[in-house]
């Protein structure tokens, strides 16, 4: 991986980090945060690359519309929706309720 995504990574996972337990985020909203609005698919690598990062919550980004499009790449089929869950966030049919309540929105870098 060439060393610029390395950095880029690194800086999703910053903002990452400081998602609050029983918030989520957007991909985009990542994006934007880095100023990179463009750049939500690479956010969506770097969560992918973050399962061996236990100090990522990963399963707090989602698309913006609430939709868990990540639950794939987590162990167990519903693993990502049971760690929400766990933080009282509803999903149902792979979509948060009340997305708008719980959305977290980072502050630019």
Partial sequence: MAKENENFFERVYEIARQIPEGKVTSYGAIAKALGTARSARM??????????KEDVPAHRVVNR?????????????????Q???SEGI????????????HFWEPEIQ
């Fill in 43 to 52: 956010v969506g690598w770097a969560m992918n690359a973050a399962h061996g």
């Fill in 65 to 81: 519309k609430g939709l868990l499009t990540g639950k794939f790449h987590f162990d167990g089929t519903n693993l990502m929706q």
């Fill in 83 to 85: 760690l929400l869950e």
């Fill in 90 to 101: 509803v999903v149902e049919n792979n979509q948060i309720i009340d997305f708008e309540k």
